[in-house]
């Protein structure tokens, strides 16, 4: 990625010209009138906090802790701070980042949660999270100078598919979100406030997120695995400190394990010359070898950037990629999720991104944004195989035939009950209807695969599947 800044003003100006104070304005409410009511509190929690958040950057400690505390060694993208696990850290001051949060919790916050928003979004927003978005990673972020906008992702758009987004002295903004438009509509640097998508609020009792969504829905892999794999996997979270039957769990650490002690990793059977058989059935050259009676699944790249924006907005960052395979008799299935995969790891280019500090005229005042202008570069220059090396089924024969697909999914506030594991797949009278849990599908590719297949990959416009035996 490359990452210009142009900063036209100096330190002092910057902030000198930032005296004006908005965060008196009141429009939460007015903001979330006419929102569904099992849904409006979380609108409330998410515009509150981010307020809250955003007048709090003001505080340089603040800022560099979110900076360091985001940065990932020796990877492209920036982690998710998950505000149930960061909350207690202690910044230099000796104050923790809750209470340095709180502190700028204004007037219009207090009228909707007194002085209790954090405890209770503890409870009916456990998952919210904090995030520079990954676009950003190669600026060199100098929080003595710089402070972001916080735009705030709510369960629904705001006002015709907007977004707010708050600046530190109470400014705001509704910013339409970008669609398959990729970057072009980001205005300004800006850290989210959203549902995280990188882990799970796990129940460890009944193996549960807080939707009530089973942790085998995000690695139905581990059903296929030695029981070890569970514990370890659940030994990986981190422990919510006042529910002792909660963790968060990182779903693509979980990923990583099971894939470090499930993967398969022994031969391969695939013969590359002709043996007498026929040409196009390489099987029945040793039809009795046990390799041959293999399916793996090995991995998969992407072809197309289109894909990446096609359920997208401001505040996806990636996708859960979704591999199911059934047999043509609809009584044996087996699928697998590589997890909450980001955009920025499918490849190594991405957009220019160029900053200015730009001054703005509100009603007569002014003072200085951080403004940022995109442009798009093709971001799969270079594919990225993303490994898998899952054994799907080791009992093949010759007269087996299997149905396989491929989808993206992403997971949010809202449960879409509309999905199952086989909406895309080619036997719509598969009459394993598993529901799922995502609030947006999207099926990308399907196929068959038989004794006498002999590709070792399957590709579209869209994606590549790696599949030998």
Request: overall charge negative; aromatic content about 14%; proline content about 4%.
């Amino acid at each position: 990625m490359k990452f210009s800044i142009l900063i036209i003003f100096t330190v002092c100006l910057f902030f000198s010209c930032s005296k004006t104070d908005f965060s008196e304005q009141r429009n939460i409410a007015n903001w979330t009138k006419d929102i569904s009511p099992e849904i409006k509190e979380r609108f409330d929690l998410r515009l509150a906090f981010g307020k809250s958040l955003a007048a709090a950057l003001r505080e340089e400690e603040l800022r560099q802790y979110i900076k360091e505390k985001s940065i990932v060694p020796n990877e492209n993208i920036y982690a998710e701070l998950v505000f149930g696990i960061i909350k207690d850290d202690v910044l230099p001051s000796g104050r923790t980042v809750a209470q340095v949060i709180k502190q700028y919790e204004d007037a219009e916050v207090k009228e909707l949660f007194g002085e209790g928003l954090q405890d209770v979004l503890a409870q009916e927003d456990p998952m919210m999270a904090i995030k520079i978005p990954d676009i950003f990673h190669q600026l060199d972020w100098n929080t003595n100078d710089v402070i972001p906008f916080v735009g705030v992702e709510t369960p629904q758009e705001i006002e015709d598919k907007r977004y707010v987004f708050y600046y530190f002295n109470g400014y705001h903004e509704l910013l339409s979100d970008f669609n398959t438009s990729e970057y072009i509509k980001i205005k300004y640097f800006y850290i989210n406030v959203k549902y995280s998508s990188d882990h799970l609020y796990l129940n460890v009792n009944d193996l549960t997120n807080e939707k009530n969504i089973s942790l085998y829905e995000f690695l139905p892999q581990i059903l296929n695995c030695d029981g070890s794999v569970l514990g370890d996997i659940l030994s990986s979270g981190i422990r919510d400190k006042n529910t002792q039957n909660k963790i968060y769990l990182n779903k693509m650490k979980g990923f990583d394990i099971w894939q470090n002690k499930c993967g398969y990793t022994g031969d391969f059977g695939l013969f590359t010359q002709p043996c007498g058989q026929s040409i196009f059935c390489p099987r029945d050259c040793a039809p009795d070898n046990p390799l041959n009676k293999n399916v793996i699944l090995t991995g998969f790249d992407l072809r197309n950037n289109a894909v990446l924006f096609s359920l997208g907005y401001f505040f996806v960052e990636s996708y859960h990629f979704s591999f199911t395979f059934f047999s043509t008799d609809y009584l044996t299935m087996k699928r697998v999720v590589v997890p909450a995969y980001r955009f920025a790891k499918l490849s190594k280019s991405a957009p220019e991104v160029t900053l200015h500090i730009k001054e703005i005229d509100s009603g007569g005042h002014c003072f200085k944004v951080p403004e940022v202008s995109v442009k798009n570069v093709n971001r799969i220059q270079k594919r990225e195989w993303i490994p898998i090396n899952a054994q799907i089924f080791d009992d093949m024969t010759q007269t087996d035939r299997y149905y396989f697909c491929v989808s993206i999914m992403y997971y949010n506030d809202i449960v879409n009950s509309s999905f199952v594991v086989n909406n895309n797949c080619p036997a719509t009278s598969f009459d394993q209807q598993i529901p799922l849990g995502a609030e947006h599908y999207l099926g990308v590719f399907a196929d068959d695969y038989s004794w006498c297949t002999y590709s070792e990959g399957f590709h579209d416009r869209v994606i590549k599947v790696g599949l030998v035996y």
